[in-house]
């Protein structure tokens, strides 16, 4: 699409490089997030399932308090959480602003969520395929590298693509106290200055990049989904 043709469709944006920027900026926060949140996150999922009632290693009462913790981290909402989460987050990165300063908050978002989807995953891996495992003498972290974990793939690719699309949107609302990204120029130009080209270029931008990730994340679950 040519300069003039964009300048006429879009007239109040003056600087196309700068939605380039913003894209890249979100790309950043969404891979750094997404992958600190998959490190943090599947071993939390891993011993809620472990500790659960009637799982591999139960422990009713630290799983109840792990639970809660767990539930009240997903209940709070990602911008007041970012809000709270300031100091903490000046504190390891050194800055409350900007990529880095988001990642602190978005992981921490995001790492209790993931852990459900990952217990959940687990969950569904049948029983019967545990126990023969046990049978042969397997311990129970044998257990989930080789048996829990390969059987649930489908389920944990899922769980990460969900996760991925949820922290999108978290890295929007980021925008509203500096995080930077499309969702800073949205606020910015689109809420602030009453700029709607702004506001339309940043949501189209947005829905594409959750449709690529639930395509390629589609992809892959059918890829490795046993049969």
């Known amino acids: 699409m040519s300069a003039p043709l ?9 600087d196309w ?3 380039g920027h913003a894209c890249i900026d979100t790309l950043l926060m969404l891979g750094g ?3 600190l949140t998959v490190l943090i996150g599947l071993p939390l999922g891993v011993l809620l399932y472990l500790t ?3 799982q591999l290693r139960a422990m009713p009462a630290f799983y109840a308090a792990l639970s809660l913790v767990v539930n009240v981290l997903r209940s709070i909402p990602f911008i007041i959480l970012m809000i709270v989460l300031m100091p903490l987050t000046y504190a390891l990165v050194g800055t409350k602003l900007g990529i880095r300063g988001a990642i602190p908050p978005l992981v921490i978002g995001a790492a209790p969520f993931f852990a459900r989807l990952v217990e959940t995953a687990l969950r569904e891996v049948q029983r019967g395929v545990i126990e023969a495992s046990q049978a042969m003498g397997a ?12 059987e649930a793939r489908g389920g944990l690719i899922a769980g990460t ?4 699309i949820a922290l ?3 890295t929007a609302m980021g925008g509203a106290i500096g995080a930077g990204g499309l969702g800073d120029l949205a606020y910015r130009y689109g809420y602030l200055s009453y700029k709607s080209d702004y506001m ?15 395509m390629v994340g589609d992809r892959v679950v059918a890829r490795y989904t046993r049969s």
């Open 52 to 54: 659960g009632k009637g």
């Open 200 to 214: 339309f270029v940043t949501v189209v931008l947005l829905i594409v990049l959750v449709q690529l990730l639930q």
């Open 168 to 170: 999108v949107g978290y």
């Open 161 to 164: 693509t969900v996760t991925a």
């Open 139 to 150: 311990s129970t972290w044998q257990i989930v590298l080789h048996v829990l974990l390969p």
């Open 33 to 35: 997030s997404l992958a």
């Open 17 to 19: 490089a700068e939605i």
């Open 6 to 14: 964009l300048q006429s469709l879009f007239p109040n944006i003056d």
